[in-house]
C-alpha cells in the first residue's frame, strides 16, 4: 500500500477545545494526516475545522488531548510549527493596500527567505498562480479568486512541509477553485501535506483522505469512497415522474425505508435503508413514476446516512398554510430587462425571466456575478436602472410598497436583531409586516411550535446555533404568509440536516402554491429548483431546468454532467463568445 | 546567532515598511495623524478663546448729577464695555433675559447724596447668573471701573491722599491669551488621537481582516509584531506634533520660549502611555468600532477635561482630582505649556518625563501580556 508510505506529519490525539461553557467546540477529535496528499477537513459551519486548523499553527492551546505536527508539540513547540509550515487564513491573510509584490516582500521577510534565492522563487510562485501581470496591483482590487491565489503564493514563500488551507473554497467562483484545486494537487507531488478545510461535500470528494466532522465530533477519517461505500447500492434515483415530484417526495421521507431524499432535477433522489431493496419505495410511488434505477453514492448521502437521516417529509408549516388559488395563471414574479448600473459598472444587465405561481426558480452564480442585485432589484430594495420587475402584478417601481407586503425575504447574512431573543424577534417581525391582535398571537405561537423554537424563546438570538438562527430567519420570513418567498443563499454553512429541514418546508409552501426565488452557489441545491438562470458578470448566460442545462454540455466523454461540470462549460462557452 | 538576529532586524524593518505604506495609503490614518489636527488647531487658534472681548450692558442712571455723568463716562471710555445708557431698568430687563446684553449696571438715586455724605455709595450690578462667566466678568469688571473712578476723584480732590493703586502684571502670557496656553495643550491632544485612537483602530482592524492571524502563524514574535505598530506609530505621532508646532508658532504667533530638545523629550515620553493604552485596547477589543469608542472614552476625553487643557484642576471635586492624577495628558500639558510660554524649566521637565515614562511601562507590560502570540 502506498498510503502506509506517506509519512505522518499531523497526529491529533484526543484533541478537546472548550469556548466558555456549553459542548466543546472539539470533542476527542483523532486523527492523521500525512505527507503528499490532500486532506479534506469537512463539516459544516461551526463544526469545529477552524478551531482544529488553528490549534494545528499553535496559534491556540488544546483542553485536553496532544497534537505533534512534523513531531513537534503544538503546545510547547508553536515556534518550531511555525517556521516549517505554510496557513492561509479564512480570507486569505492578505494586507489589501499592499499591492501583490509588497505582499510577497512582506512574507519573504517574515518567513526569513534569503535575498539572493527571492528572485526565482517569486518568479516561480508568480507563474504559478498567473500573478505576473498584476504585481503592482493593491491586494483589495483583485478579484476573489486572484486574493486566493495570492494568498497561496504568500503561504507557500518558504516550501513548507505542511499547507493548511482555511476554507480557501469560499467566496471564489467555481472556475477559480479548480485551478486552486490543481495547484494544490501539484504541490502533493512534491510530498507536501494539504489540509483543505471545507463546508461543501463535493470538494471533499476529491481529497485522498478526509476528516468529516459535526458539531466539534470526528465522525469519519479515511478515504472518501470509504465513506460512501456506506451506502453503496443503497442510492436510487426514482425517475420517470408524473404529477407533483414535490408531493411524492415528502410522501417518501416518511417511509421508514428511505433514508434521505431530495430533488434532483427532475427525478428523485433517495437514499434507502439498509438492507431494503426499493420496493417499497417502489409500491408508495405507485403509477406516479417509472422506475428506480441506481445512482452513484456522493458524500452528502453517506453524511446524511451517518447523521442518522434526514428528516421527514411532513412540514407541519406548510399544512398550517391555506393553499393558494390558481389565480389567472400570471407570473408572480417578473422581471423584465433588470439592469443595474453603479457608474460605469454594470452589476446586471437585462435580466429578463418569470416565475409561474407554485415554482422554485434559481439564481446561480459566483459571487459578484449580479445574483444578489438581482434579487434585490425584484424585492424593491434596489431601484433597476432599467427595466421593469413586477410581484404579484404590482410594478416595484410604483407600488413598492404593495408589493413588497406580499414576499417574504431571508437575508443572506443573518438579519435579525442578535441582542433580541427569539420571542422578540418574532413579535417585532409580526409588527413590521402589520399582523395585529389574535392574529398575531396565533402566528408567533404556530412559529415557535412549528420550528420548534418554543424551548429557547426567551434566549438571546445571537447566542442561537446556526441552525436554530437559521429557522428562525426562515420564520420571520414566513410569518405573513407571503404569496413571494425571497431566499438569498438560505442554506449556506449550515449541515446537510438542517438543510433537508430547511427544503422540507419549503417544499412543502410551494405545493401550496407560495412562488420561490432562491440565490445559491450550491450545485445540489440549483437541483432542487424547477429552472435555474446561470448568471455570471452580470448576465443571464443560460436558463432552463436543472436538466436541460446539464444536458446541453453533455459530451461522449461525459454522458452524465454534473450540475457543477454544466456550470464550469456554460461559463467557458461564454467567455469564449465574448472573446469572439 | 547572529543570523537569527538578521532574521529579526529583517521582520522588524519589513513590518516597519508594511505598516509606512499603509499609512500613507489609507486616508484614515491621514486623517487622525494631520487633517484632525489641523482641525482641532484651527478650533483652538481661532474659533475657541476663552478671553471675552467688549461685552454689552445698560447702564441706568436713575439721577442725572455731575458726578454720576462722570461715572457713566468712565463706563464708556472703558474698553471692557460698550454701554447704552437709560433711565429706568425695566428699559434693559427684556435685554439680559434675550442675552442681549451682558449686565444692567445701576447708578441708583442718592448716589450723589451718599457720596458727598461719604457713606459708601453703591453701584447696583444686574447679571445672568445662567451665564456665570459673562457674569462673572460683568461684576469684576464694573467694580474695578468703579474703583479707578473713586481713586480718580480722590486723586483730584486731595492730592496729598495718594491712592492705593493695584498695578496688575501678568507673566509669560501678558496680553492673557487664551489661544497661547490652549494651543499648547491641544498638541497633547492630537498625539493622544495618534497614539491611542489611531494606533488602536489599525490594530484592531488587522484582527478583523485576519492579517493579525496570518501575521502570527509566521515565526515573527509578539515583540516583533508590537514593535512593528510602535515604532511607525511614534513617529507619525512626532510628525504630527512637529507639524502642529510649526503652525502654532508660525501662524498663530504663539511664542517658543523653551528648547526643541525638551520639546522632543516631553512629547516622546508623553508617546509611551499614549501607545501603550493604544495596544492595550486593540489587544482586548481586536474589533475597530469598540477601539476607537474605547480610545475616544478612555484617552480622548480625559486628556481634554481632566488634564486641565481646559478646565483647571485646582477647582475640580477632589475625588474627580484624584481621578486626574491617572491622567497622563495632566502631567504634559503643564510642562508644554512652560516649554511655549516660560522656558525649560527641567526639574519640572524630568519630573513629568519620569511620571509619562512609569505609566508606558506599566501600559506595555500589560499590553505585550495581553498579545502574546494566541488566538483566544
Known amino acids: 500500500m502506498t498510503a502506509t508510505a506517506k509519512p505522518v506529519l499531523v497526529r ?25 496528499e490532500i486532506t479534506g477537513l469537512v463539516g459544516p459551519d461551526g463544526a469545529g475545522k477552524t478551531t482544529l486548523i488553528r490549534l494545528m499553527t499553535g496559534l491556540m492551546q488544546p483542553d485536553g488531548g496532544v497534537i505533534t505536527v512534523l513531531d513537534h508539540d503544538a503546545r510547547k513547540e508553536a515556534p518550531a510549527i511555525q517556521a516549517a509550515i505554510g496557513y492561509m487564513p479564512q480570507r486569505f491573510g492578505l494586507y489589501e493596500d499592499l499591492s501583490v509584490q509588497e505582499n510577497l516582500d512582506l512574507y519573504a521577510d517574515m518567513r526569513g527567505l534569503p535575498r539572493r534565492e527571492r528572485p526565482a522563487v517569486f518568479d516561480e510562485l508568480l507563474t504559478f498562480t498567473d500573478l505576473k501581470r498584476f504585481t503592482d496591483r493593491l491586494a483589495g482590487k483583485l478579484s476573489g479568486g486572484m486574493k486566493q491565489k495570492l494568498g497561496l503564493a504568500c503561504a507557500l514563500i518558504r516550501k513548507p512541509r505542511l499547507l493548511l488551507l482555511d476554507e480557501p473554497g469560499v467566496g471564489v467562483d467555481p ?70 415530484r414535490r408531493r411524492l417526495l415528502a410522501r417518501l421521507l416518511d417511509d421508514d425505508k428511505v433514508v434521505d431524499g431530495v430533488i434532483q432535477g427532475e427525478a428523485i433522489r433517495l437514499v434507502l435503508a439498509e438492507g431494503d431493496d426499493g420496493d417499497s419505495v417502489v409500491k408508495t410511488a405507485g403509477a406516479e413514476a417509472d422506475r428506480l434505477i441506481p445512482a452513484t453514492p456522493r458524500f452528502e448521502d453517506a453524511f446524511v446516512d451517518m447523521l442518522g437521516g434526514g428528516p421527514g417529509g411532513r412540514s407541519a408549516l406548510a399544512e398550517a398554510q391555506a393553499a393558494r388559488p390558481d389565480g389567472d395563471g400570471r407570473p408572480v414574479i417578473e422581471a423584465r430587462g433588470l439592469t443595474k448600473r453603479f457608474g460605469d459598472f454594470t452589476a446586471a444587465d437585462r435580466i429578463t425571466f418569470d416565475i409561474p405561481r407554485g415554482q422554485i426558480f434559481g439564481l446561480l452564480g459566483p459571487n459578484g ?30 407600488d413598492a410598497a404593495e408589493a413588497r407586503n406580499r414576499l417574504g425575504y431571508m437575508a443572506q447574512k443573518f438579519s435579525l436583531y442578535g441582542d433580541l431573543s427569539v420571542g422578540q424577534n418574532l413579535d417585532f417581525f409580526a409588527g413590521v409586516y402589520g399582523l395585529a391582535g389574535a392574529r398575531r398571537r396565533e402566528r408567533i405561537a404556530m412559529m415557535l411550535d412549528v420550528f420548534d423554537l418554543a424551548p429557547h424563546a426567551s434566549m438571546s438570538t445571537k447566542d442561537l446555533p446556526l441552525g436554530l438562527k437559521q429557522r428562525l430567519a426562515l420564520a420571520a420570513a414566513v410569518m405573513h404568509e407571503p404569496e413571494a418567498l425571497f431566499l438569498d443563499e438560505p442554506t449556506s454553512g449550515v449541515d446537510p440536516i438542517t438543510r433537508r429541514e430547511f427544503w422540507t418546508h419549503i417544499n412543502g409552501l410551494v405545493e401550496k402554491g407560495v412562488t420561490v426565488l432562491v440565490t445559491t452557489h450550491f450545485m445540489d441545491e440549483a437541483e432542487y429548483c424547477d429552472r435555474i438562470s446561470l448568471i455570471y458578470r452580470g448576465k443571464s448566460i443560460a436558463l432552463g431546468s436543472p436538466d436541460d442545462l446539464k444536458a446541453s454540455v453533455a459530451t461522449t466523454d461525459r454522458p452524465d454532467p454534473t450540475m457543477e461540470d454544466a456550470f464550469i462549460a456554460l461559463i467557458e462557452a461564454s467567455e469564449q463568445e465574448a472573446a469572439a | 546567532m547572529t543570523t537569527l538576529r538578521r532574521g529579526r532586524v529583517r521582520r522588524l524593518t519589513a513590518l516597519i515598511r508594511k505598516e509606512s505604506f499603509q499609512i500613507i495609503r489609507d486616508p484614515s490614518s491621514i486623517l487622525i495623524a494631520l487633517v484632525l489636527p489641523l482641525i482641532l488647531l484651527f478650533l483652538f487658534g481661532y474659533g475657541v478663546s476663552l478671553d471675552t472681548s467688549r461685552t454689552n450692558v445698560g447702564l441706568v442712571l436713575e439721577e442725572t448729577t455731575p458726578v454720576t455723568l462722570e461715572l457713566a463716562a468712565s463706563f464708556q471710555n472703558s474698553r471692557y464695555f460698550d454701554v447704552t445708557v437709560g433711565h429706568d431698568r425695566r428699559e434693559f430687563a427684556e435685554d439680559l433675559v434675550q442675552s442681549r446684553i451682558g449686565g444692567i449696571l445701576v447708578i441708583p438715586n442718592g448716589f450723589t447724596a451718599d457720596l458727598t455724605a461719604a457713606r459708601h455709595p453703591a453701584v447696583q450690578v444686574i447679571v445672568d447668573g445662567a451665564d456665570p462667566n459673562t457674569a462673572n466678568f460683568v461684576q469684576n469688571y464694573a467694580a474695578g471701573t468703579v474703583s479707578t473712578w473713586e481713586a480718580q476723584r480722590a486723586a483730584e480732590r486731595a492730592l496729598t491722599a495718594t491712592p492705593l493703586l493695584v498695578q496688575q502684571r501678568f507673566w509669560f502670557n501678558p496680553e492673557l491669551k487664551s489661544r497661547n496656553f490652549l494651543v499648547p495643550g491641544s498638541i497633547a491632544i492630537v498625539m493622544t488621537l495618534v497614539g491611542t485612537l489611531l494606533t488602536s483602530m489599525v490594530i484592531a482592524r488587522e484582527w478583523e481582516r485576519g492579517t493579525m492571524e496570518a501575521m502570527m502563524a509566521t515565526p515573527v514574535t509578539a515583540w516583533e509584531l508590537l514593535a512593528g505598530k510602535i515604532v511607525p506609530y511614534f513617529l507619525l505621532g512626532l510628525a504630527s506634533m512637529s507639524l502642529c508646532v510649526g503652525l502654532a508658532v508660525f501662524l498663530f504667533g504663539v511664542p517658543f520660549r523653551g528648547s526643541i530638545l525638551a520639546l522632543y523629550a516631553l512629547s516622546a515620553a508623553f508617546l509611551m502611555p499614549s501607545l501603550g493604552q493604544g495596544l492595550l485596547i486593540s489587544a482586548v477589543t481586536k474589533n475597530q468600532f469598540l477601539a476607537s469608542q474605547l480610545a475616544l472614552l478612555s484617552g480622548f476625553l480625559p486628556s481634554f477635561l481632566l488634564s486641565g487643557f481646559i478646565f483647571e484642576i485646582n477647582s475640580m471635586p477632589l475625588v474627580i482630582q484624584y481621578v486626574s492624577m491617572i491622567v497622563p495628558a495632566r502631567y504634559l500639558i503643564p510642562s508644554l505649556q512652560s516649554v511655549f510660554l516660560a522656558g525649560d524649566i527641567w526639574p519640572m521637565f524630568l519630573r513629568s518625563i519620569l511620571v509619562l515614562l512609569g505609566f508606558g511601562l506599566v501600559l506595555f507590560a500589560v499590553a505585550i501580556r495581553k498579545t502574546a502570540k494566541r488566538i483566544t
Open chain 1, 369 to 398: 456575478a449580479g445574483k444578489s442585485t438581482t434579487f434585490k432589484m425584484l424585492c424593491g430594495l434596489l431601484k433597476p436602472s432599467e427595466g421593469e420587475g413586477r410581484v404579484a402584478g404590482f410594478d416595484l417601481r410604483r
Open chain 1, 175 to 244: 472556475i477559480s477553485r479548480r485551478e486552486l484545486w490543481k495547484m494544490v494537487e501539484n504541490l502533493t507531488t512534491e510530498g507536501i501535506g494539504v489540509v483543505w478545510s471545507t463546508a461543501y461535500l463535493d470538494e471533499a470528494e476529491a481529497c485522498d483522505h478526509v476528516l468529516l466532522m459535526n458539531a466539534g465530533k470526528l465522525l469519519y477519517a479515511g478515504t472518501p469512497p470509504g465513506l460512501t461505500d456506506r451506502v453503496a447500492g443503497r442510492v436510487k434515483r426514482l425517475i420517470g415522474i408524473k404529477g407533483s
Open chain 1, 12 to 36: 491529533l490525539d484526543g484533541v478537546v477545545k472548550r469556548f466558555g461553557a456549553g459542548a466543546p467546540a472539539l470533542d476527542g477529535v483523532s486523527g492523521d494526516i500525512r505527507g503528499g
